[in-house]
C-alpha cells in the first residue's frame, strides 16, 4: 500500500495556460474525490469519481475545469486558462467502498500546490 | 450560515498534557458523519477520528476521543498525552447523508492550529 500519489507536487504557471494535474489513488480503491485547499481555510469538494463515472461535480468547478478518471484508475485534473483566483493546493483522495464497512474512509495524497502567476 | 465552524484558530498545549479542540456543525440532515483530520506542514490530510450521527458512545482512536453532543451539535475531539507530533492543523469536517447513496463530500472548517510545547 503506497498511499494516494499526487504529481507534480508543486506547479508555476503564467496565468492563461493550462495545468494538468494526476493523482493514482490506492490501487484496490474506488471512489476518488477532488479538493481545492486555498491558504488558511479547510478543503473545499470539487468532485468525485466511482470507478471510471464522474458522480458529482461542485458549482465551484466552472467550465474551465476538467476532470477524468479513464480506467477507473489514476484520475487528471485539467484547469484551462488559468487565473490567479485558481491558486490553491489541490488535494486527491481515494477510498473504498466494498467490504461492508459502516464508513467510507478518505485516504489523501500530499497535493499538488498550483500558482499562477 | 457555516456548517462546520472552529473558532479556535490556534492554540499552544504543553508536551503530555490533554488538549480540546471546538468544532460545531449545522446539519437538517438526520443522517451524517464527522470526521477530524489532522494535516501537518507536508500537506496530506490524516483521518484520526469518524462520529456517525446514530452513534450512541463516543468514538475513541487511541489518544483520540470525540466528544458527541448531538443536542448541542458540537463534535469536540481531545487529544490526550500531547506529543511534539501532534502540532499540526487539525480540521473538522461534515458528511451529510448516507456515504453510500451521497459519495463522502465533505464540508470542512477553517481548522485550527496547534503547537505542542516541549
Known amino acids: 500500500d503506497t498511499g494516494v500519489s499526487q504529481n507534480p507536487r508543486h506547479k508555476i504557471t503564467k496565468r492563461g495556460q493550462n495545468v494538468t494535474f494526476r493523482c493514482d489513488p490506492i490501487?484496490?480503491?474506488?471512489?476518488l474525490y477532488w479538493y481545492r485547499q486555498t491558504l488558511g481555510q479547510g478543503p473545499e469538494f470539487l468532485t468525485y469519481?466511482?470507478?471510471?463515472?464522474?458522480?458529482?461535480k461542485s458549482r465551484l468547478l466552472s467550465d474551465r475545469f476538467s476532470a477524468e478518471r479513464p480506467k477507473g484508475s489514476f484520475s487528471t485534473l485539467e484547469i484551462q486558462r488559468t487565473e490567479q483566483g485558481d491558486s490553491a493546493m489541490y488535494l486527491c483522495a481515494s477510498s473504498w467502498t466494498g467490504g461492508g464497512s459502516t464508513n467510507e474512509k478518505l485516504f489523501f495524497g500530499s497535493g499538488t500546490q498550483l500558482s499562477v502567476l | 450560515a457555516q456548517k462546520i465552524t472552529q473558532t479556535q484558530p490556534g492554540m499552544f498545549v504543553q508536551e503530555k498534557e490533554a488538549v480540546t479542540l471546538d468544532c460545531t456543525y449545522d446539519t437538517s440532515d438526520q443522517s451524517y458523519g464527522l470526521f477530524w483530520y489532522k494535516q501537518p506542514s507536508s500537506g496530506e490530510m490524516i483521518f484520526l477520528i469518524y462520529q456517525g450521527s446514530y452513534d450512541e458512545q463516543n468514538a475513541t482512536e487511541g489518544r483520540y476521543s470525540l466528544n458527541f453532543q448531538k443536542a448541542r451539535k458540537s463534535a469536540n475531539l481531545v487529544i490526550s498525552a500531547s506529543q511534539l507530533g501532534d502540532s499540526a492543523m487539525y480540521f473538522c469536517?461534515?458528511?451529510?447523508?448516507?456515504?453510500?447513496?451521497?459519495?463522502?463530500?465533505?464540508?470542512f472548517g477553517g481548522g485550527t492550529r496547534v503547537l505542542v510545547k516541549p
Open positions: 490501487s484496490e480503491h474506488n471512489r
Open positions: 469519481f466511482q470507478n471510471e463515472a464522474q458522480l458529482e
Open positions: 469536517a461534515m458528511r451529510e447523508g448516507q456515504w453510500y447513496a451521497a459519495g463522502n463530500k465533505l464540508t
